[in-house]
């Protein structure tokens, strides 16, 4: 199968190259970037010297129509939508690492992102990719809506005590932390050195643009109207995420009990590792690789579940978990060229 990555000298974008370029069933066929359009792919990154020697393209729907069966797109929202329509009328499947087709109201995308929203008609066709819970209707789909990151790690963390009912929806409080790269890579002072180092922060409180999406991935999952409270904070490292997630339990309950509820629900898939009592999840722990680690505690003098997920930001918060939909599009092993080990230390 043949790829073209658009968006090709951001962070998501490179992860995506280190991750298809040890995919036994998929060439990258172009690397599209407009503003690097002309150079070689390894004097924007040496780190690829020798490794990817080719030039950056020019987004010619025509063209890459013809070459490649399925487009990522890892730029900016506000992007991908004025896109993918053509790429689909032609045949070709497209994975957006954007926001563009996440939120099913164009309203609520106009809200948040303030930027106009794609065609309802696209909207109706995408399917949310978070791949351990909606693998039947990836299967079907020609239009993915890669999660955001920070959903990522929080609706993992949270779903099984969803669909268990052990939680009480109303009250469900997201303490998340980032490492820069989420940013992307334009530069910017929030993410200038000086700013960041030895320095951590909140940002866009009560307007992150993650929010409307994880309650609409909660609505839908738990049947029930409801609103997060969800604060993010920028912290001084490069890759990772944590999400600390609180929700009162509705009957109590031992850890345990949580853990082996837990371990059944991911039981099938191989990225989920549940931690065993008493052990709680790092970031250095899944960093470079596609695996989400969860640690659960009830705690029975509150009466609140405290649930710990962690994620590498770049990867099974974005690149990992595009490939990994797209393994699962076209029916192949989902662990197929995201079988590398966590870097570590």
């Given at each position: 199968?043949?790829?073209?990555i658009v968006?090709g ?6 992860e995506?190259?280190?991750?298809l ?7 990258i ?8 359009a002309g150079?070689e792919?390894?004097?924007v990154?040496?780190h690829?010297?020798?490794i ?7 987004l010619?729907?025509d ?7 399925v487009?990522?797109f890892?730029t ?8 993918v329509?053509?790429f689909?009328?032609?045949g070709?499947a497209?994975?957006?690492l954007s926001g563009d ?5 164009p309203i ?6 303030k930027?106009s929203?794609a065609?309802e008609?696209y ?16 299967k079907?789909?020609?239009?993915i809506a890669n999660p955001?990151c920070y ?10 005590a969803?669909?268990n009912h052990l939680?009480?929806y ?8 980032s490492g820069?790269?989420?940013a992307?890579?334009?530069?910017s002072?929030?993410?200038h050195y000086?700013e960041v180092?030895e ?7 009560g ?13 839908v999952?738990s049947?029930?109207?409801?609103q ?8 001084p ?9 609180y ?9 345990a009990?949580?853990?082996h ?10 990225f989920?590792?549940v931690?065993?009592e008493?052990e709680?999840p790092?970031?250095?722990e899944?960093?470079g690789s596609?695996?989400c680690?969860i640690g659960?505690y ?6 609140r579940?405290?649930v ?7 990867v099974?918060?974005?690149?990992g978990?595009a ?20 870097i570590y230390p």
């Amino acid at each position: 199968m043949k790829a073209a990555i658009v968006g090709g000298t951001g962070y998501s974008a490179v992860e995506l190259i280190r991750l298809l370029h040890h995919h036994p069933y998929v060439e990258i066929e172009t690397i599209v970037s407009h503003s690097t359009a002309g150079q070689e792919m390894d004097t924007v990154y040496p780190h690829l010297t020798q490794i990817i020697q080719q030039p950056l393209d020019q987004l010619d729907v025509d063209q890459i129509s013809n070459k490649v069966d399925v487009v990522f797109f890892a730029t900016p929202s506000g992007v991908s939508k004025g896109y993918v329509p053509h790429f689909l009328e032609r045949g070709v499947a497209c994975i957006d690492l954007s926001g563009d087709f996440r939120l099913e109201s164009p309203i609520e995308y106009e809200q948040w992102y303030k930027k106009s929203a794609a065609e309802e008609k696209y909207l109706n066709q995408a399917v949310y990719g978070l791949s351990e819970v909606y693998q039947n209707e990836i299967k079907e789909s020609k239009l993915i809506a890669n999660p955001g990151c920070y959903p990522t790690a929080t609706l993992l963390g949270l779903l099984p005590a969803i669909q268990n009912h052990l939680i009480d929806y109303q009250s469900i409080i997201i303490d998340a932390k980032s490492g820069v790269s989420g940013a992307g890579r334009s530069q910017s002072l929030a993410t200038h050195y000086a700013e960041v180092n030895e320095n951590l922060k909140a940002y866009k409180m009560g307007a992150h643009q993650h929010i409307p999406e994880i309650e609409q991935m909660l609505k839908v999952e738990s049947g029930s109207d409801l609103q997060i409270t969800f604060t993010t904070h920028l912290v001084p490292m490069t890759r990772g995420i944590m999400a600390t997630i609180y929700a009162p339990l509705k009957a109590q309950i031992k850890t345990a009990d949580v853990i082996h509820l837990y371990k059944e629900f991911y039981e099938k898939h191989p990225f989920i590792r549940v931690r065993n009592e008493g052990e709680f999840p790092a970031t250095k722990e899944v960093y470079g690789s596609n695996y989400c680690d969860i640690g659960l505690y009830a705690d029975d003098r509150t009466g609140r579940l405290t649930v710990v997920s962690v994620i590498d930001n770049l990867v099974k918060g974005a690149a990992g978990q595009a490939i990994q939909n797209l393994n699962i599009m076209n029916g192949w092993d989902v662990q197929t060229g995201l079988t590398n080990l966590p870097i570590y230390p």
